[in-house]
Protein backbone atom coordinates (compact mmCIF):
# COMPACT_ATOMS: atom_id res chain seq x y z
CA UNK A 1 0.00 0.00 0.00
CA UNK A 2 1.44 3.44 -0.83
CA UNK A 3 1.84 6.56 1.57
CA UNK A 4 0.66 9.90 0.15
CA UNK A 5 -0.16 11.34 3.12
CA UNK A 6 2.12 14.20 3.10
CA UNK A 7 1.84 14.95 6.52
CA UNK A 8 2.62 11.26 7.90
CA UNK A 9 5.02 11.77 5.10
CA UNK A 10 6.66 14.58 7.09
CA UNK A 11 10.26 13.90 8.43
CA UNK A 12 9.54 9.73 7.67
CA UNK A 13 12.30 7.22 5.64
CA UNK A 14 10.54 8.43 2.62
CA UNK A 15 11.16 11.63 2.39
CA UNK A 16 14.78 11.13 3.56
CA UNK A 17 -5.13 -25.28 31.55
CA UNK A 18 -3.31 -28.47 33.51
CA UNK A 19 -5.99 -29.07 36.59
CA UNK A 20 -4.72 -30.87 39.90
CA UNK A 21 -7.43 -31.93 43.02
CA UNK A 22 -6.93 -33.74 46.44
CA UNK A 23 -8.85 -36.54 46.34
CA UNK A 24 -10.45 -37.60 49.90
CA UNK A 25 -8.25 -40.00 50.68
CA UNK A 26 -5.25 -37.76 50.33
CA UNK A 27 -7.39 -35.18 52.63
CA UNK A 28 -7.43 -37.49 55.31
CA UNK A 29 -4.28 -38.70 55.17
CA UNK A 30 -2.80 -34.56 54.97
CA UNK A 31 -5.07 -34.14 57.62
CA UNK A 32 -3.69 -36.78 59.65
CA UNK A 33 -0.04 -35.20 58.79
CA UNK A 34 -0.43 -31.87 59.15
CA UNK A 35 -3.42 -31.59 61.72
CA UNK A 36 -2.19 -30.36 65.38
CA UNK A 37 -3.99 -32.41 67.12
CA UNK A 38 -6.28 -35.42 65.78
CA UNK A 39 -10.12 -35.26 65.99
CA UNK A 40 -12.04 -37.04 68.19
CA UNK A 41 -14.82 -39.00 66.61
CA UNK A 42 -18.40 -38.99 68.65
CA UNK A 43 -18.25 -41.91 69.27
CA UNK A 44 -14.68 -42.35 71.13
CA UNK A 45 -16.00 -39.07 73.17
CA UNK A 46 -19.07 -40.74 74.40
CA UNK A 47 -17.11 -43.72 75.43
CA UNK A 48 -15.20 -41.55 77.42
CA UNK A 49 -18.40 -39.95 78.92
CA UNK A 50 -17.67 -37.02 77.35
CA UNK A 51 -20.12 -35.29 75.21
CA UNK A 52 -18.75 -34.83 71.68
CA UNK A 53 -18.17 -30.80 70.58
CA UNK A 54 -19.66 -29.18 68.24
CA UNK A 55 -16.45 -28.12 65.95
CA UNK A 56 -18.54 -26.36 63.28
CA UNK A 57 -18.31 -23.19 64.17
CA UNK A 58 -14.43 -23.67 65.26
CA UNK A 59 -12.95 -25.64 62.78
CA UNK A 60 -14.92 -25.68 59.62
CA UNK A 61 -15.16 -21.99 58.56
CA UNK A 62 -12.59 -22.85 55.97
CA UNK A 63 -13.43 -24.71 53.35
CA UNK A 64 -11.97 -28.24 53.24
CA UNK A 65 -9.85 -28.26 50.01
CA UNK A 66 -8.66 -24.90 50.85
CA UNK A 67 -7.89 -25.75 54.51
CA UNK A 68 -6.06 -28.76 53.27
CA UNK A 69 -4.44 -26.96 50.57
CA UNK A 70 -3.08 -24.15 52.76
CA UNK A 71 -1.94 -26.76 54.94
CA UNK A 72 -0.01 -27.87 52.52
CA UNK A 73 1.86 -25.20 51.57
CA UNK A 74 2.17 -23.48 55.32
CA UNK A 75 4.42 -27.26 55.77
CA UNK A 76 7.30 -24.99 54.08
CA UNK A 77 7.61 -22.87 56.96
CA UNK A 78 7.44 -25.46 59.71
CA UNK A 79 11.42 -26.24 59.78
CA UNK A 80 12.44 -22.74 59.89
CA UNK A 81 9.38 -21.71 62.67
CA UNK A 82 8.00 -23.39 65.71
CA UNK A 83 4.87 -21.83 65.08
CA UNK A 84 2.92 -19.45 63.29
CA UNK A 85 3.49 -16.27 65.63
CA UNK A 86 6.75 -16.46 65.26
CA UNK A 87 6.40 -16.63 61.28
CA UNK A 88 4.20 -13.40 61.06
CA UNK A 89 6.43 -11.69 63.37
CA UNK A 90 9.17 -12.45 61.23
CA UNK A 91 7.50 -10.86 58.32
CA UNK A 92 6.38 -8.02 59.88
CA UNK A 93 10.41 -7.71 60.97
CA UNK A 94 11.31 -8.07 57.54
CA UNK A 95 13.40 -10.49 58.46
CA UNK A 96 15.21 -12.19 55.51
CA UNK A 97 17.23 -15.10 57.75
CA UNK A 98 14.92 -17.55 56.54
CA UNK A 99 12.44 -16.24 54.01
CA UNK A 100 13.01 -14.97 50.68
CA UNK A 101 11.00 -14.12 47.76
CA UNK A 102 9.85 -17.40 46.36
CA UNK A 103 8.67 -17.90 50.23
CA UNK A 104 6.83 -14.56 50.48
CA UNK A 105 5.18 -14.68 46.90
CA UNK A 106 3.91 -18.06 48.37
CA UNK A 107 2.62 -16.54 51.63
CA UNK A 108 0.75 -14.16 49.50
CA UNK A 109 -1.97 -16.86 48.48
CA UNK A 110 -2.93 -17.99 51.82
CA UNK A 111 -3.84 -14.95 53.98
CA UNK A 112 -7.12 -15.31 54.64
CA UNK A 113 -10.13 -13.48 53.62
CA UNK A 114 -12.50 -10.80 55.02
CA UNK A 115 -15.25 -13.36 55.11
CA UNK A 116 -13.00 -15.80 56.86
CA UNK A 117 -11.62 -13.12 59.38
CA UNK A 118 -14.86 -12.06 59.90
CA UNK A 119 -15.87 -16.03 61.42
CA UNK A 120 -12.84 -15.89 63.33
CA UNK A 121 -13.60 -12.79 65.17
CA UNK A 122 -16.97 -14.47 66.06
CA UNK A 123 -15.03 -17.36 67.86
CA UNK A 124 -15.19 -17.18 71.60
CA UNK A 125 -12.21 -19.96 71.55
CA UNK A 126 -9.24 -20.40 69.51
CA UNK A 127 -7.97 -23.98 70.78
CA UNK A 128 -8.23 -26.61 69.02
CA UNK A 129 -7.50 -25.56 65.76
CA UNK A 130 -6.32 -27.06 62.12
CA UNK A 131 -3.01 -25.56 61.07
CA UNK A 132 -5.09 -23.34 58.42
CA UNK A 133 -7.18 -21.88 61.45
CA UNK A 134 -3.79 -21.33 63.38
CA UNK A 135 -2.48 -19.45 60.77
CA UNK A 136 -4.83 -17.29 60.28
CA UNK A 137 -5.09 -16.46 64.01
CA UNK A 138 -1.50 -15.39 64.02
CA UNK A 139 -2.23 -13.28 61.23
CA UNK A 140 -5.58 -11.69 62.55
CA UNK A 141 -3.06 -10.74 65.85
CA UNK A 142 -0.28 -8.43 63.61
CA UNK A 143 -2.02 -5.14 62.52
CA UNK A 144 -1.77 -4.27 58.81
CA UNK A 145 -0.28 -7.88 58.29
CA UNK A 146 -0.83 -7.69 54.14
CA UNK A 147 0.25 -4.56 53.69
CA UNK A 148 3.73 -5.65 55.90
CA UNK A 149 3.61 -8.59 53.12
CA UNK A 150 3.03 -6.79 50.25
CA UNK A 151 5.87 -4.61 51.50
CA UNK A 152 8.58 -7.40 52.33
CA UNK A 153 7.82 -8.62 48.94
CA UNK A 154 8.23 -5.28 46.94
CA UNK A 155 11.76 -5.10 48.65
CA UNK A 156 12.76 -8.67 47.87
CA UNK A 157 12.11 -8.60 44.35
CA UNK A 158 12.53 -4.50 43.65
CA UNK A 159 16.48 -4.94 42.19
CA UNK A 160 15.58 -7.73 39.90
CA UNK A 161 12.14 -5.75 38.46
CA UNK A 162 13.98 -2.46 38.37
CA UNK A 163 16.78 -4.19 36.48
CA UNK A 164 15.31 -5.93 34.37
CA UNK A 165 13.02 -2.98 33.52
CA UNK A 166 15.86 -0.62 32.92
CA UNK A 167 17.28 -3.57 30.30
CA UNK A 168 13.95 -3.82 28.43
CA UNK A 169 13.74 0.21 27.96
CA UNK A 170 17.34 0.81 27.11
CA UNK A 171 17.36 -1.83 24.48
CA UNK A 172 14.31 -0.26 23.22
CA UNK A 173 15.86 3.08 22.79
CA UNK A 174 18.71 1.48 21.20
CA UNK A 175 16.77 -0.77 18.59
CA UNK A 176 14.89 2.93 17.48
CA UNK A 177 18.57 4.71 17.30
CA UNK A 178 19.76 1.60 15.20
CA UNK A 179 16.54 1.75 13.07
CA UNK A 180 16.61 5.43 12.44
CA UNK A 181 20.29 5.43 11.77
CA UNK A 182 20.59 2.94 9.49
CA UNK A 183 21.65 4.48 5.53
CA UNK A 184 21.58 0.74 4.44
CA UNK A 185 18.03 0.25 5.23
CA UNK A 186 17.03 3.82 4.24
CA UNK A 187 18.95 2.80 1.08
CA UNK A 188 16.96 -0.62 0.39
CA UNK A 189 13.63 1.14 1.17
CA UNK A 190 14.33 3.81 -1.39
CA UNK A 191 15.68 1.40 -3.80
CA UNK A 192 12.59 -0.52 -3.99
CA UNK A 193 9.99 2.74 -3.80
CA UNK A 194 11.82 3.87 -6.71
CA UNK A 195 11.82 0.48 -8.53
CA UNK A 196 8.04 0.21 -7.88
CA UNK A 197 7.30 3.48 -8.77
CA UNK A 198 9.39 2.20 -12.50
CA UNK A 199 7.04 -0.09 -12.78
CA UNK A 200 3.53 1.24 -12.05
CA UNK A 201 4.75 3.94 -14.16
CA UNK A 202 2.40 3.53 -16.97
CA UNK A 203 -0.53 3.16 -14.98
CA UNK A 204 -0.11 6.84 -13.64
CA UNK A 205 0.57 5.58 -9.98
CA UNK A 206 3.55 7.21 -8.02
CA UNK A 207 3.83 6.93 -4.29
CA UNK A 208 5.70 9.21 -2.09
CA UNK A 209 6.55 5.95 0.33
CA UNK A 210 5.52 2.43 1.21
CA UNK A 211 3.67 1.18 4.58
CA UNK A 212 5.56 -1.74 6.27
CA UNK A 213 2.76 -3.88 5.66
CA UNK A 214 4.05 -3.80 1.91
CA UNK A 215 7.37 -3.97 2.33
CA UNK A 216 7.89 -7.89 2.26
CA UNK A 217 4.94 -8.08 -0.20
CA UNK A 218 7.02 -6.18 -2.76
CA UNK A 219 10.49 -7.50 -2.07
CA UNK A 220 8.59 -10.83 -2.99
CA UNK A 221 6.83 -9.63 -5.82
CA UNK A 222 8.12 -12.32 -8.55
CA UNK A 223 8.67 -11.17 -12.30
CA UNK A 224 7.03 -12.75 -15.63
CA UNK A 225 9.09 -15.85 -16.11
CA UNK A 226 8.10 -16.81 -12.39
CA UNK A 227 11.26 -17.21 -10.36
CA UNK A 228 13.09 -13.63 -10.32
CA UNK A 229 11.86 -11.45 -7.27
CA UNK A 230 11.98 -8.21 -7.13
CA UNK A 231 14.50 -8.23 -4.26
CA UNK A 232 16.79 -10.74 -6.79
CA UNK A 233 16.99 -7.76 -9.19
CA UNK A 234 18.07 -5.39 -6.24
CA UNK A 235 20.41 -7.80 -5.38
CA UNK A 236 21.99 -9.18 -8.25
CA UNK A 237 22.44 -5.30 -9.79
CA UNK A 238 24.01 -3.76 -6.56
CA UNK A 239 27.60 -3.34 -7.48
CA UNK A 240 28.89 -3.39 -3.45
CA UNK A 241 26.43 -5.95 -2.11
CA UNK A 242 27.31 -4.96 1.47
CA UNK A 243 25.03 -1.56 1.01
CA UNK A 244 22.22 -3.97 1.38
CA UNK A 245 23.55 -5.16 4.30
CA UNK A 246 21.15 -3.42 7.13
CA UNK A 247 21.24 -5.90 9.49
CA UNK A 248 24.75 -5.21 10.04
CA UNK A 249 23.84 -1.68 11.64
CA UNK A 250 21.03 -2.59 13.38
CA UNK A 251 22.11 -5.82 15.63
CA UNK A 252 19.15 -5.47 18.75
CA UNK A 253 16.34 -5.68 16.02
CA UNK A 254 15.73 -9.52 16.74
CA UNK A 255 16.16 -8.81 20.80
CA UNK A 256 13.65 -6.11 20.95
CA UNK A 257 10.95 -7.47 18.22
CA UNK A 258 9.05 -9.48 21.62
CA UNK A 259 9.05 -6.14 23.52
CA UNK A 260 5.75 -4.10 24.19
CA UNK A 261 5.25 -0.60 25.66
CA UNK A 262 2.31 -0.72 26.86
CA UNK A 263 3.24 -3.88 29.15
CA UNK A 264 6.58 -1.96 30.09
CA UNK A 265 4.47 0.93 31.21
CA UNK A 266 2.63 -1.67 33.00
CA UNK A 267 5.51 -2.61 35.06
CA UNK A 268 6.37 0.67 35.78
CA UNK A 269 3.23 1.40 37.18
CA UNK A 270 3.59 -1.66 39.55
CA UNK A 271 6.78 -0.43 40.67
CA UNK A 272 4.92 2.67 41.14
CA UNK A 273 1.96 1.04 42.93
CA UNK A 274 4.32 -0.97 45.10
CA UNK A 275 6.27 2.25 46.51
CA UNK A 276 3.09 3.83 47.11
CA UNK A 277 1.96 1.07 49.67
CA UNK A 278 5.14 0.90 51.18
CA UNK A 279 5.09 4.48 52.46
CA UNK A 280 1.66 3.77 52.86
CA UNK A 281 2.37 0.96 55.18
CA UNK A 282 5.35 2.85 56.99
CA UNK A 283 2.58 5.41 58.05
CA UNK A 284 0.67 2.91 59.74
CA UNK A 285 4.19 1.49 61.17
CA UNK A 286 4.95 4.20 62.82
CA UNK A 287 2.10 4.43 64.78
CA UNK A 288 2.74 0.76 66.13
CA UNK A 289 6.14 1.41 67.56
CA UNK A 290 4.43 3.30 69.92
CA UNK A 291 2.47 0.54 71.31
CA UNK A 292 2.79 -0.82 74.49
CA UNK A 293 2.94 -4.58 73.47
CA UNK A 294 6.56 -5.14 73.65
CA UNK A 295 6.19 -7.72 70.83
CA UNK A 296 4.54 -5.38 68.26
CA UNK A 297 6.62 -2.48 68.81
CA UNK A 298 10.05 -4.41 68.35
CA UNK A 299 9.07 -5.36 65.38
CA UNK A 300 7.79 -2.74 64.00
CA UNK A 301 11.18 -0.51 64.92
CA UNK A 302 13.07 -3.14 63.07
CA UNK A 303 10.69 -3.04 60.10
CA UNK A 304 11.14 0.83 59.79
CA UNK A 305 14.83 0.78 60.47
CA UNK A 306 15.32 -1.65 57.13
CA UNK A 307 12.33 0.17 55.17
CA UNK A 308 12.98 3.70 55.65
CA UNK A 309 16.30 3.54 53.38
CA UNK A 310 14.76 1.13 51.05
CA UNK A 311 12.18 3.50 50.15
CA UNK A 312 13.85 6.66 49.40
CA UNK A 313 16.10 4.87 47.45
CA UNK A 314 13.07 3.08 45.84
CA UNK A 315 11.78 6.65 44.98
CA UNK A 316 15.37 8.02 43.66
CA UNK A 317 14.96 4.63 41.31
CA UNK A 318 11.52 5.54 40.18
CA UNK A 319 12.44 9.29 39.19
CA UNK A 320 15.26 7.44 36.84
CA UNK A 321 13.33 5.21 35.62
CA UNK A 322 10.09 7.12 34.86
CA UNK A 323 12.71 9.76 33.03
CA UNK A 324 13.94 6.39 31.48
CA UNK A 325 10.74 5.75 30.15
CA UNK A 326 9.91 9.20 28.40
CA UNK A 327 13.07 8.67 26.63
CA UNK A 328 12.01 5.49 25.24
CA UNK A 329 8.43 6.43 24.43
CA UNK A 330 10.09 9.45 22.72
CA UNK A 331 11.92 6.83 20.31
CA UNK A 332 9.50 4.85 19.71
CA UNK A 333 7.43 7.74 18.45
CA UNK A 334 10.33 9.38 16.05
CA UNK A 335 10.67 5.65 15.02
CA UNK A 336 6.98 5.25 14.16
CA UNK A 337 7.36 8.83 12.31
CA UNK A 338 10.26 7.74 10.12
CA UNK A 339 7.99 4.68 8.69
CA UNK A 340 5.26 7.00 9.00
CA UNK A 341 2.93 4.63 10.65
CA UNK A 342 1.68 6.67 13.59
CA UNK A 343 -0.83 4.08 14.24
CA UNK A 344 1.52 1.09 14.47
CA UNK A 345 3.09 -0.45 17.70
CA UNK A 346 6.69 -0.87 17.88
CA UNK A 347 7.29 -4.71 18.62
CA UNK A 348 5.01 -4.84 15.10
CA UNK A 349 7.67 -2.43 13.15
CA UNK A 350 10.70 -4.73 14.40
CA UNK A 351 9.11 -7.43 13.48
CA UNK A 352 8.46 -6.59 9.72
CA UNK A 353 12.22 -5.30 9.34
CA UNK A 354 13.10 -8.59 10.87
CA UNK A 355 10.97 -10.33 8.13
CA UNK A 356 12.81 -8.10 5.79
CA UNK A 357 15.80 -8.85 6.75
CA UNK A 358 15.64 -12.57 6.36
CA UNK A 359 14.32 -11.92 2.67
CA UNK A 360 16.84 -9.68 2.11
CA UNK A 361 19.51 -12.18 3.49
CA UNK A 362 18.10 -15.22 1.72
CA UNK A 363 18.06 -13.23 -1.69
CA UNK A 364 22.15 -12.18 -1.09
CA UNK A 365 23.17 -15.74 -0.40
CA UNK A 366 21.54 -17.33 -3.37
CA UNK A 367 23.15 -14.49 -6.01
CA UNK A 368 26.16 -15.46 -4.01
CA UNK A 369 25.71 -18.96 -4.67
CA UNK A 370 24.85 -18.38 -8.53
CA UNK A 371 28.19 -16.00 -8.37
CA UNK A 372 30.33 -19.04 -7.15
CA UNK A 373 29.13 -21.26 -9.58
CA UNK A 374 29.10 -19.17 -12.37
CA UNK A 375 32.75 -18.68 -11.49
CA UNK A 376 33.65 -22.06 -11.26
CA UNK A 377 32.19 -23.01 -14.95
CA UNK A 378 34.08 -20.47 -16.18
CA UNK A 379 37.55 -21.51 -14.68
CA UNK A 380 36.57 -25.10 -16.04
CA UNK A 381 36.03 -23.64 -19.83
CA UNK A 382 39.11 -21.98 -19.36
CA UNK A 383 41.06 -25.08 -18.39
CA UNK A 384 43.31 -26.67 -20.88
CA UNK A 385 42.13 -29.75 -21.87
CA UNK A 386 44.92 -33.29 -21.11
CA UNK A 387 45.65 -34.58 -24.30
CA UNK A 388 44.65 -38.37 -24.91
CA UNK A 389 46.55 -40.43 -26.92
Known amino acids: ?????????????????????VSEKQLK???????????????????????????????????????????????????AFSNFDDLVTAVASLDETCLDAERIN???SLLPTKSELNC???????????????FFVSVSKMPSFADKLLSFRFLLQFDEQVNELKARFNLLGKACDEVIGSKK????????????????????KVASGITLDSLCKISKKKGSDGKVTLIDHVVANE????????????PTLRECTPLDLDEMKISLREIETGTMIVERTMISVQSEAESE????????????????????RARNELKAMNVLAEQTVSKVGALKRFFAEEDS??????????????????AKEAHHRKQRAMRRRESSLRRPQTATS
Not at 13 to 21: G, I, P
Request: hydrophobic residues 40%; aromatic residues 6%.
Open 120 to 134: LKEMHRHDGLGRAEQ
Open 29 to 79: ELESLFSASPRKTAAVAIKRGKAAPNRTSTTTFIETKRANNIAISLAQYTK
Open 345 to 362: ASSAIFSVLLDFSRIVQT
Open 185 to 204: LAFVCKKLLCIGNLMNESAG
Open 293 to 312: DKRLKQCSNEFLSKITPFSE
Open 106 to 108: NMM
Open 239 to 250: ENADDLCFWDET
Open 1 to 21: KAINNDEKLRNSLWTSNVKAE
